[in-house]
């Protein structure tokens, strides 16, 4: 018996699942962006991830992997292949997709998102960011102790003042 990561079965059988993965990658590259429920979108971004790695090898092989996971679109795998060529996702090390929240399908309250491929630059983190962090604020740790309790000192005698009165007018 294999021992493997098995995927999810998306509600139908393990046939339908395949055909139903494979055509939202399909549609994710042809178009860019689809909107899908959120568990559909969360179980093919490993696919999509892959074959993006694949044409950024670009050799024979994993042109022919390509295919064969998309199902004989060679069409569709030169496109992908091209785009990849020309430094789409070049400086990208994995995260080629991005999944945005919209809420709840109208019917049938699924979580509904749209799913798109990142075509921005990755934005390289800067070193004056962390030196800034590094430095902690200094706060004057007196002070505010003081004002601290002359706001609880004049609390407590606004307190006071009051049930003071009350007995002063049950005494007369």
Same mark, same amino acid.
């Given at each position: 018996?294999?021992?493997?990561?098995?995927?999810?079965?998306?509600?139908?059988?393990?046939?339908?699942?395949?055909?139903?993965?494979?055509?939202l990658?399909?549609?994710? &590259?042809?178009?860019d962006?689809?909107?899908?429920?959120?568990?559909?979108?969360?179980?093919?971004?490993?696919?999509?991830?892959?074959?993006?790695?694949?044409?950024?090898?670009?050799?024979?092989?994993?042109?022919?992997?390509?295919?064969?996971?998309?199902?004989?679109d060679?069409? !569709?795998?030169?496109?992908? &292949?091209?785009?990849?060529?020309?430094?789409? &996702?070049?400086?990208?090390?994995?995260?080629?997709?991005?999944?945005?929240?919209?809420?709840?399908?109208?019917?049938?309250?699924? #979580?509904?998102?749209?799913?798109? !491929?990142?075509?921005?630059?990755?934005?390289?983190?800067?070193?004056?960011?962390?030196?800034?962090?590094?430095?902690?604020?200094?706060?004057?740790? #007196?002070?505010?102790?003081?004002?601290?309790?002359?706001v609880?000192?004049?609390?407590?005698?606004?307190?006071?003042? #009051?049930?003071?009165?009350?007995?002063?007018?049950?005494?007369?």
């Amino acid at each position: 018996m294999r021992h493997y990561k098995k995927g999810r079965k998306l509600g139908t059988d393990a046939s339908h699942t395949k055909a139903m993965k494979r055509s939202l990658v399909k549609s994710l &590259f042809l178009n860019d962006r689809i909107k899908t429920i959120e568990s559909r979108a969360k179980e093919i971004r490993p696919d999509v991830d892959k074959i993006i790695t694949w044409a950024k090898k670009g050799d024979l092989h994993s042109r022919r992997l390509a295919i064969a996971a998309l199902g004989n679109d060679k069409e !569709l795998v030169r496109e992908i &292949f091209e785009k990849v060529a020309q430094g789409m &996702f070049a400086d990208r090390q994995g995260g080629y997709t991005r999944i945005m929240k919209l809420g709840p399908r109208k019917g049938d309250n699924a #979580p509904m998102v749209i799913m798109e !491929l990142v075509t921005e630059p990755v934005q390289k983190k800067t070193a004056e960011a962390p030196a800034e962090k590094a430095e902690p604020k200094k706060i004057e740790a #007196p002070a505010e102790e003081a004002k601290a309790e002359e706001v609880v000192e004049e609390a407590a005698e606004a307190t006071e003042a #009051p049930a003071e009165e009350a007995e002063e007018k049950k005494a007369e």
